[in-house]
C-alpha cells in the first residue's frame, strides 16, 4: 500500500539531534544538497579550504561533491537540523531547481556557504524546519505538499539573505587553505605529498600532521575522493568510463575501477547507468 511519504523518498531527508557528546568526522561529500541548520554546541565547520566558527542561528548551504566535516568541542549541547535535498526530484521542480541554483550562484559570487539569522527571522526559520520534520516524520494526506512548501520558504530566505549579505571571505586556515587550492587547481594532476612539503617549503610529516588536523584525512585520501566526485559528475553527464578514468589522473582503468568501487559501492559502468 502507497505511503504518503514515499513521494518524499527521493525529495529530501530531515532530521533534529541532540546530544552531549564531542565528535569529530573526517572529510566526506554527498550526492545531494545540504542545509545545516546550527541551534547551539561548541562547533567548528570545515568546507574544503573554508573555515566557519558558528553561533546560534547560522545556517550552511554544502552543495554536492563539496568536501566537510564537523568538529564539535564541549560546551554543551549540541543542537542541529541537517536537511538533505536529492538532486535528482529537486531538478524535476522547476521552483526548487532555481532557488537551489540561485542559492549556490549567490554563495559562489559572496564567497561564503553561511548566512546567519536572530530574533523573528530565526524564530521563523527554526518554526519552518520543525514543520520540515513534523511532515516528514508522519504519514498523512499533504505531508509533501507542506514539505515542499516549507523548503520553497526556506531556500527563498536563504537566497534572500545570501543576496544582501556583504562580500566577504570566509575563515581560513592559512596553510592548509593553500594546499587545499592548489590540490583543487587540477586535482587530475594533483601533486603528491613530496611534491607539496617542496612547494611548500615545509616538511612532509609536519604538512601530513595539519592537513590530517585540519580535514581528519590524508592528502591522498583527499585526492581521491575530490577524482571520485569528479568521476561522478562526468559519469552523470554522459562521459564514457575510459574517458573519465584518463580525464580523472588515474594511471590505469584497474586502478580506477577499484577506487571508484571502494568509494562509491558501485562499479563506474552501473553508475553510469543510474
Known amino acids: 500500500m502507497l505511503r504518503y511519504n514515499d513521494l518524499m523518498d527521493n525529495f529530501l531527508t530531515i532530521s533534529h539531534t541532540v546530544d552531549h557528546t564531542p565528535l569529530s568526522f573526517a572529510f566526506h561529500s554527498h550526492d545531494f544538497y545540504e542545509l545545516y541548520f546550527y541551534v547551539s554546541g561548541n562547533v567548528t565547520y570545515y568546507i574544503e579550504n573554508e573555515?566557519?566558527?558558528?553561533?546560534?542561528?547560522?545556517?550552511?548551504?554544502?552543495?554536492?561533491?563539496?568536501?566537510?566535516?564537523?568538529?564539535?568541542?564541549?560546551?554543551?549541547?549540541?543542537?542541529?537540523?541537517?536537511?538533505?535535498?536529492?538532486?535528482?526530484?529537486?531538478?524535476?521542480?522547476?521552483?526548487?531547481?532555481?532557488?537551489?541554483?540561485?542559492?549556490?550562484?549567490?554563495?559562489?559570487?559572496?564567497?561564503?556557504?553561511?548566512?546567519?539569522?536572530?530574533?523573528?527571522?530565526?524564530?521563523?526559520?527554526?518554526?519552518?524546519?520543525?514543520?520540515?520534520?513534523?511532515?516528514?516524520?508522519?504519514?498523512?494526506?499533504?505531508?509533501?505538499?507542506?514539505?515542499?512548501?516549507?523548503?520553497?520558504?526556506?531556500?527563498?530566505?536563504?537566497?534572500?539573505?545570501?543576496?544582501?549579505?556583504?562580500?566577504?571571505?570566509?575563515?581560513?586556515?592559512?596553510?592548509?587553505?593553500?594546499?587545499?587550492?592548489?590540490?583543487?587547481?587540477d586535482i587530475a594532476a594533483a601533486p603528491s605529498l613530496d611534491e607539496l612539503s617542496s612547494e611548500f617549503y615545509i616538511s612532509k610529516y609536519h604538512l601530513a600532521h595539519k592537513f590530517r588536523e585540519y580535514t581528519g584525512t590524508t592528502v591522498h585520501r583527499y585526492i581521491l575522493m575530490k577524482k571520485i566526485n569528479t568521476a561522478k559528475e562526468l559519469l552523470e553527464n554522459g562521459a564514457q568510463t575510459s574517458k573519465v578514468c584518463e580525464l580523472c589522473g588515474f594511471s590505469t582503468y584497474s586502478n580506477f575501477y577499484k577506487a571508484f568501487t571502494k568509494i562509491t559501492g558501485s562499479s563506474p559502468k552501473k553508475y553510469s547507468l543510474k
Open 51 to 185: 573555515t566557519y566558527y558558528l553561533s546560534k542561528g547560522d545556517i550552511l548551504i554544502i552543495p554536492p561533491g563539496k568536501l566537510h566535516r564537523t568538529v564539535i568541542g564541549e560546551g554543551g549541547l549540541y543542537d542541529r537540523y541537517v536537511l538533505w535535498l536529492y538532486p535528482n526530484r529537486i531538478s524535476e521542480d522547476d521552483g526548487l531547481r532555481a532557488l537551489t541554483e540561485t542559492a549556490e550562484s549567490l554563495a559562489n559570487e559572496k564567497n561564503t556557504r553561511l548566512v546567519s539569522y536572530d530574533g523573528h527571522e530565526l524564530i521563523f526559520m527554526k518554526e519552518l524546519f520543525e514543520k520540515l520534520c513534523e511532515e516528514f516524520r508522519e504519514d498523512r494526506p499533504y505531508s509533501y505538499e507542506i514539505c515542499r512548501s516549507c523548503v520553497t520558504l526556506i531556500l527563498r530566505e536563504v537566497c534572500s539573505a545570501l543576496s544582501s549579505a556583504p562580500v566577504k571571505a570566509a575563515e581560513r586556515e592559512e596553510l592548509i587553505s593553500r594546499v587545499i587550492s592548489r590540490l583543487n587547481a
